[in-house]
């Protein structure tokens, strides 16, 4: 069995290294599965309380090869592969190979027509990583929105410097977004729903959650990704967000689950 896919769009390519960029803020290893119709990932952060998955169906690649009838899992040290990532100019396209016969291994090519830009070649050693798939069920969601990414992202680092829990509390009329500590005090962002691109809530609904500001943060680091992100909230259950990957209307994203902090009072 092997693997062959390429990125030729540079807008593609940035986007497939930022999302190695900030996958160790969650996890030093992950397996990426490479099956026959997408590429996917889904990993847990060390203390337990996120997961993020990873779709890239296979027309997002220029090219995706997927010789085999199985899923092809490889364990590769996160920090490692974005470095690699990492040192490629803006102007190279990008190259993934995997064999059965090197199964120890996974190489990536640089390559670029301007010939004042020398091409790359990597090997990187993989590992074997013990963890199971979590089947996470559809639900629906009691309330949704989806906001600017760098907007969203700005707001969550001011709400950190006053604590390390987010309430967001949501209405049929706004949706407000606070952050209170002893130490620093209180800080309260009022988000009018007309300000936002898209709001559903059910009807008479009101929603009180609360969240991990720091693991919100490190989700946030995600925001050049997608101009913007959807937040699905519904009670008793993780908070999910969305990046869509749109830029060549294919049905790529980056999906967060972050599990509610639990009220002791």
Known sequence: MSINIAINDFQSADAFTQIFQHARLF?????????????????????????????????????????????????????????????????????????TENEDKLYLYFSSDDKSIFDKNFELPLIDIDSELMAIPESESDAEFAISSANFASIINQLKLFGDTIEIN???????????????????????????????????????????????????????????MELHLTKNFP?????????????????????PKIDDN
């Open 27 to 99: 996890t030093d290893h992950i397996n990426i599965l490479f099956e026959q119709g997408r590429m996917y990932i889904q990993s847990m952060d060390s203390t337990r309380v996120s997961i993020f998955e990873v779709y890239l169906p296979s027309e997002w690649f220029c090219k995706y090869d997927h010789q085999g009838e199985t899923t092809i899992t490889l364990g590769i040290n996160s920090t490692m592969l974005f470095k690699v990532l990492n040192t490629r100019d803006k102007n190279q396209t990008l190259n993934i190979t995997f064999d």
């Open 170 to 228: 949501c209405t049929e009329e706004k949706i407000e977004l606070l952050s209170i500590s002893q130490e620093s005090g209180k800080m309260t962002v009022d988000i009018d729903i007309d300000d936002l691109t898209s709001y559903s809530i059910n009807e008479g609904e009101t929603m009180h959650l609360s969240f991990s500001l720091n693991i919100l943060h490190n989700i946030c680091q995600y925001n050049k990704l997608s101009k913007e």
């Open 239 to 259: 908070l999910k967000l969305i990046y869509h990957l749109n830029n060549n209307n294919s049905d790529a994203k980056l999906v967060f689950y972050l599990a």
